[in-house]
């Protein structure tokens, strides 16, 4: 068996150059630059570019797919291993401590849009199909990288790739899209959009959020000049902005970190949902900051939390103090076992299908539905 920590040694510099010049690249769908050859517009297009670039430089044969994809691939003969991935990324919104498009390399991690997903991952793939190209160790098999140019918005790229450009289905596949080492599957995504007139006066628009598939950083809101409102987000040092307009209040809402409450510092944990990952960054995290108050948005990343504060020897809830808003059965199965928001997610996905059956026979009843919450206080946070 072939060492192959040892030789991926030797393409590490090599991949992480290519990554930078790869992230580098705004990749994210801009409809004002479509035309024929580039249907996601022009940064995607340069994007794809550089990947077919990258094949071709090395000897792999390279398909550019009008624009929606690009196919490198090596083999003569055998079953099809596919490996999917994609170039473009969502709109690098909100504020950044470094640049998004910058390929900022600091403490040994490289920042910046699309390098966890899926730049990064896409090019580890493709220098991993180099390595074994180049030493000979691929037999008996093809294989086929495929880089998408419409991941982030549905994946029409390809949907054009096998529908339209007839791409070879494969006998195996993976996608280097999710976290390491292996997920095998997904639950799906169902995007839909639903418009009504409603009157909620006094307030006139909101609009906030650029893709469906990212949380907005921001929300704007609207209505009839209301001095007394204004006096009350000032006062109560609510993160915002006005924009001064005759006979109305407009007001932008923005995100945070973290706010003061109580005499504590709440930390709002926003991340990847890896457990791995979070352990890592928190484990690196603990080493400067011994104190304060963390609010995750599942358990798993709770764990990861206090885990990492337990392993560099803090205590919880003493130091470092827990909170998960949405509780499963292993929010008692931990230690120490964590406080968190418990919902019967049994009802939500009940009713969320039959919201959803409703939907695709078009007699969805336009209503909101309210589910119960309560908070289980355990050992996690002080205050019961």
């Known amino acids: ?25 705004a990749s994210t769908y801009d409809p004002n630059s479509k035309k024929a050859g580039q249907p996601y517009g022009a940064k995607v297009k340069e994007a794809l570019d550089f990947v077919a670039k990258l094949g071709t430089d090395f000897g792999f044969k390279v398909d550019t797919c009008n624009g929606y994809c690009t196919e490198i691939s090596v083999g003569e003969s055998g079953p099809l291993v596919g490996v999917y991935g994609h170039s473009d990324v969502v709109p690098a919104t909100g504020t950044w401590t470094n640049p998004p498009f910058s390929a900022t390399l600091k403490d040994g991690r490289l920042w910046g849009r699309g390098t966890a997903d899926d730049k990064g991952p896409l090019i580890a793939a493709f220098y991993a199909l180099k390595l074994l190209k180049d030493n000979g160790l691929i037999k008996g098999y093809r294989v086929k990288l495929v880089s998408g140019g419409d991941e982030e918005r549905g994946s029409s790229c390809l949907k054009y790739y096998f529908d339209e450009h007839h791409g070879e289905e494969p006998t195996y596949g993976f996608t280097p899209d999710a976290d390491y080492p292996l997920i095998y599957a997904e639950k799906g995504i169902r995007n839909y959009q639903a418009t009504r007139i409603l009157d909620l006066s006094p307030i006139i628009a909101m609009n906030g959020g650029v893709v469906s598939n990212a949380v907005c950083d921001s929300l704007t809101v609207t209505l009839k000049e209301d001095k007394k409102f204004e006096s009350y987000l000032k006062e109560n040092k609510i993160n915002c902005d006005f924009s001064p307009m005759e006979g109305l209040t407009i007001v932008r809402f923005k995100g945070i970190a973290a706010h003061e409450k109580l005499g504590k510092t709440y930390h709002i944990v926003n991340c990847d949902d890896s457990y791995t990952r979070t352990y890592s960054d928190f484990t690196e995290y603990f080493g400067h900051t011994k104190k304060g108050y963390f609010v995750a948005y599942r358990d798993s990343i709770a764990a990861a939390i206090e885990n990492a504060a337990t392993d560099v020897g803090l205590k919880v809830p003493e130091d470092i103090e827990v909170l998960s808003l949405v509780g499963t059965k292993y929010a008692n199965i931990v230690r120490p076992s964590l406080t968190s928001m418990q919902i019967d997610m049994s009802e939500v996905g009940k009713r969320a299908m039959y919201m959803l059956i409703d939907l695709i026979n078009r007699d969805l009843v336009e209503k909101s539905y309210k589910f119960d919450a309560h908070l289980v206080a355990r050992n996690s946070t002080s205050e019961k």
């Open 1 to 25: 068996m072939p060492n192959f920590k040892k030789l991926s040694k030797t393409y590490e510099k090599d991949a992480l150059v290519a990554l930078e010049q790869f992230v580098r690249i």
